[in-house]
């Protein structure tokens, strides 16, 4: 098995991709940042706070891909922002349309890194699946991305970028009252996403910032391994939704499916998850459980892990292992997977079965992965 890096708050961070071809993406920036930008360029102090009001309406309420659709910004302006900046998202390399109207997007990035991007629709609403890394540093024995090393963290830009796209290809712009297409967030697409919590935080925060995007905190779930002195954190500061992928009861079992328990043993974890400062019964943590075929499925396991959570305002998602091409596990069987919810539910515990959706394009849980590779600095300055 690999083994696991030490992991950090933030991971490497080969490139700054905040500067592609076509000069300096405002996309991501905070703030401070744009208003620094828009100063740079020489306009009048006196009106830089209202220019950045301006720009950030248009990037995230409006969703316009060009400078030349801001019909309130001067056109010298629009010229200069044009001559050294861009709004553009990452570029699609690939469209996959399942059958049960999932869209798997491939993206590629401006240094020609690919992730994966996944929008799954449910009624008249949907949620989006958005990376955090290229690859992942955490080799998860039941995950596809694991299967890859990590390349390096996604900038705040490419994250937000990902959800702007996504906007793009639905259809969802100006930023809609009432009805829209993308309702939901969860940060569970490649990577972990608290190994890159600047970045992620500085994405989120404008997503949920009122004046733009404006999505709630509470339509934004995060999703982590159990990176735990960054959990306490992430519950402080951003008070989004958690989920834990926890996927085992003990910690032998758990040491070989989620390798990071090795450093923070279940014990641990389910310590941070109880302290975690958002959770209430309001806003449960949700337990992400992959049924993987008499590995972690027995009735034993369902009974310990009502043990384990009793107490915490919680949810437990049984996942059925999604397979993947050279997977070194199946999935429990249908029947074995309703036992198990049964006693969870018997305990009081909502335990819904997640029904696989995406798998006839590999874009359900656990299945996402690129071809990119990591590259050593020379190769990079060279190319």
Not at 23 to 46: D, F, M, Y
Request: glycine residues 6%.
């Amino acid at each position: 098995m690999p083994t696991l890096a030490e992991p950090t708050l933030t991971a490497p961070n080969p490139v700054d991709t905040a500067k592609a071809a076509y000069g300096l993406n405002l996309i991501g920036l905070p703030r401070a940042g744009l208003l620094e930008t828009v100063a740079g360029l020489g306009v009048p102090a006196q009106q830089c706070k209202m220019r950045v009001s301006q720009l950030w309406r248009w990037m995230y309420n409006r969703g316009v891909t060009s400078f030349d659709q801001m019909s309130d910004l001067g056109k010298e302006l629009r010229q200069q922002l044009n001559e050294g900046c861009n709004i553009e998202r990452p570029s699609i390399t690939t469209t996959l349309n399942s059958a049960d109207g999932t869209i798997k997007w491939l993206l590629r990035l401006a240094d020609g890194n690919e992730i994966e991007m996944v929008y799954i629709p449910d009624l008249d609403h949907g949620a989006l699946c958005i990376s955090s890394q290229v690859g992942c540093t955490l080799n998860c024995d039941f995950c596809h991305t694991g299967t890859m090393p990590l390349v390096r963290n996604l900038s705040a830009g490419e994250i937000l970028g990902q959800f702007m796209l996504a906007r793009d290809c639905l259809d969802d712009w100006p930023n809609p009252h009432g009805h829209r297409k993308i309702s939901t967030i969860v940060m569970m697409g490649m990577g972990e996403p608290l190994l890159n919590y600047d970045n992620v935080s500085q994405a989120l925060n404008i997503i949920m910032d009122s004046d733009g995007i404006a999505l709630s905190r509470r339509s934004i779930t995060l999703s982590t391994a159990g990176l735990v002195p960054a959990m306490e954190r992430c519950g402080r500061d951003l008070r989004v939704n958690l989920a834990v992928s926890l996927h085992a009861v003990n910690d032998k079992v758990r040491d070989q499916l989620v390798p990071l328990n090795r450093k923070h043993p279940i014990k641990e974890l389910i310590q941070a998850c109880r302290d975690y400062p958002s959770a209430n019964n309001s806003r449960r943590i949700t337990f992400e459980y992959v049924m993987l075929q008499e590995v972690n499925d027995s009735l034993e396991d369902a009974n310990e892990l009502v043990r384990l959570l009793r107490g915490l305002p919680a949810k437990i998602n049984l996942i059925p292992f999604n397979p993947w091409p050279g997977a070194p596990y199946q999935c429990s069987s249908n029947n074995r997977i309703r036992r198990f919810a049964s006693i969870l539910n018997d305990a009081g515990y909502s335990a819904p079965i997640r029904a696989p959706r995406g798998r006839d394009i590999m874009a359900a849980c656990g299945q996402l992965k690129s071809a990119s590779k990591k590259i050593r600095a020379s190769q990079r300055l060279n190319s």
